[in-house]
């Protein structure tokens, strides 16, 4: 059959199915990228920036933002979902790893608690910020990461509802035991699967 | 575009939940001390929740959420809440 017959709204109609396959339940397709703000953008000169791990740690280790950037960085391409139910497709980030920078600590624990720059923390399983799935990122479409989305640095955990993926992120502790934060300890799910519709408490 | 309002956008969440004029309740911040209506404190509203902070030092005054039927309120950056009658 000839290119002529096959009609430009059966093609669109095969696109939306391929794409609508990549949303989770309860969740629309968004083009733009929304700001969710609980506070001042903070804004840490780099010379003064570093990320930290602590907690049930053998020693603390500390990068500073030379050294950051000089650690291993990967391209990542994942869609993401906010619990306020847009989710985005194929975002392209570069960051380093969760296991790049854990592999440099020796640790005994079973939860992260991110933490950020104006206060703002998140919990997670350790298992589930390890083994490719989680990254600090730098870079947004190619672009230095804009203050208003979390520059210089952020937490990305895509496979979470998006509060999980801290932005300004200072650090993590390691803990042996959980701690619900900023919107797990009011209301969000401790969890938060996009594709078990993990939102809030109960759920 | 960090969706900050000033505390009279915070007050109408308030007012489905305590019977009086909120925008005119005082709050004392846990950070500094200062006492401050809340319509005077700066609110960040988005669809997650509201955050209502201190004018003077930032600090989390209130967390209002409603959601999964349930209305939450975090008040630990309040020492006192004062809602007059009338």
């Not at chain 1, 017959?5 to 095969?14: A, C, T």
């Not at chain 1, 870079?139 to 208003?148: A, D, I, K, R, V």
């Amino acid at each position: 059959m000839s290119e002529g017959f096959i009609s430009r709204g059966f093609r669109g109609r095969r696109q939306q199915s391929e794409q609508s396959g990549r949303i989770p339940p309860g969740q629309y397709l968004e083009r733009g990228f929304p700001v969710l703000s609980a506070g001042p953008t903070p804004h840490t000169p780099l010379a003064a920036w570093d990320f930290s791990i602590v907690g049930e740690v053998d020693q603390p280790k500390r990068w500073s933002w030379d050294e950051f950037r000089a650690l291993p960085h990967e391209t990542i391409t994942k869609d993401i979902h906010c619990v306020t139910k847009w989710s985005k497709l194929d975002t392209h980030w570069v960051g380093v790893s969760l296991d790049t920078l854990l592999a440099q600590v020796m640790y005994d624990a079973s939860y992260v608690i991110a933490f950020s720059d104006g206060g703002y923390t998140t919990n997670l399983p350790l298992d589930e910020v390890t083994g490719g799935q989680a990254w600090v990122v730098d870079t947004y479409e190619g672009q230095p990461l804009e203050s208003q989305h979390g520059g210089p640095a952020r937490l990305l955990v895509p496979h979470l509802y998006f509060w999980k993926s801290a932005k300004w992120v200072r650090g993590l502790r390691l803990v042996d035991d959980d701690e619900p934060g900023f919107w797990e300890s009011l209301g969000y799910n401790n969890h938060g699967d996009p594709w078990k519709e993990e939102r809030y408490w109960g759920d | 575009m960090e969706h900050k309002l000033d505390g009279n956008a915070a007050a109408g969440n308030l007012q489905a939940i305590f019977p009086f004029e909120m925008t005119l309740a005082q709050v004392t911040c846990t950070g500094c001390g200062t006492t401050n209506v809340i319509g005077a404190t700066a609110a960040y509203m988005h669809g997650m929740g509201t955050i209502v902070r201190c004018p003077r030092c930032d600090n989390v005054l209130i967390r209002i959420v409603h959601a999964g039927g349930r209305h939450l309120l975090d008040m630990r950056g309040v020492r006192v809440l004062q809602m007059k009658e009338g």
